[in-house]
């Protein structure tokens, strides 16, 4: 079984990912082997010299990440000794985030008013956490510690273990809504599974449209409550790093956004 066969299969089989990052990570598995480039430093290089010659920043970063995550399981599963991607000059984009804001206290607002009691406590926790979709979708009752008011992250990337602080309304609304139940996991469907990942995703996008007249979407709430903590907590920039479980402070940075577009403003004044 060589290299990506294995990947292929591993990605089959691994459940800390969503269903769009392992379609991603097999459409990169493609392009690289439709390529012809093997798990080497040389051709690891020539490859990304040439990505970034032809693609998007944000393409090339994203296949570089993943790339990166592929060759940590190969180095997992004994497959080669050391990950080649560690030793090819990493990809970076300088530019200035302007993504759109979301305050935090107004998406939390529009949350409240989704109807389904489970997608509604589901995006909260989301919220006030920091957790990403999968870590809180397969979040398990035993992981939440109502006396200590904490959690236990298990699905984390990079197999990164980690306990969060949470909100005692929170933890009491998550009580209230377990009615009982001391084991499994804390959001499931009525067949007792692993709750929808696409109506999850269209609940909080359409009630969203209906409150604020723009969309939400999971990764924006990380998004917010990282900035909400920055600019209104004045937390550091460590202490959020291990409350979104972030290998790196680079990528916490990303996600620390203006509440206004400010350099945009000084710039169209420029050239008024």
């Known amino acids: ?15 800390n990912y969503s ?3 392992i379609k991603a990570y097999r459409s990169d598995l493609r392009q690289m082997k439709n390529s012809c480039v093997g798990w080497s430093v040389k051709s690891l290089q020539a490859y990304f010299d040439q990505l970034i010659q032809h693609y998007k920043p944000a393409t090339a ?10 060759g940590n399981e190969l180095v997992r599963a004994k497959r080669i000794k050391i990950n080649p991607m560690k030793q090819v000059r990493p990809i970076v984009h300088q530019h200035v985030q302007q993504r759109e804001h979301h305050p935090l206290e107004e998406a939390i607002q529009a949350i409240r008013q989704i109807n389904h009691p489970t997608y ?13 979709f999968t870590e809180a979708r397969l979040l398990s009752i035993e992981d939440i510690q109502f006396t200590t008011f904490t959690l236990l992250v298990r699905h984390g990337k990079g197999r990164r273990l980690r306990t969060v602080p949470l909100g005692e309304k929170l933890a009491h609304k998550l009580q209230a809504f377990l009615g ?12 007792g599974q692993a709750i929808n990942e696409q109506q999850a995703r269209d609940t909080l996008r359409k009630q969203s449209l209906a409150t604020r007249g723009r969309p939400l979407h999971p990764h924006d709430l990380r998004v917010s409550f990282a900035t909400y903590l920055y600019q209104t907590g004045d937390c550091r920039l460590l202490e959020i790093q291990r409350l979104l479980g972030h290998g790196s402070s680079r990528t916490t940075e990303g996600y620390i956004l203006s509440q206004e577009t400010k350099l945009q403003h000084i710039i169209n004044a420029l050239s008024a």
């Open 61 to 70: 970063m994203r296949r570089y990440h993943a790339l990166m995550a592929l």
């Open 120 to 132: 509604r406590l589901f995006f909260e926790l989301i919220s006030q956490t920091g957790l990403r």
């Open 19 to 21: 269903k769009s990052t």
């Open 180 to 191: 009982g139940r001391t084991s499994g996991l804390v959001f499931r469907s009525t067949r």
């Open 1 to 15: 079984m060589n290299h990506f066969i294995y990947l292929n299969y591993y990605l089959g089989n691994e459940t």
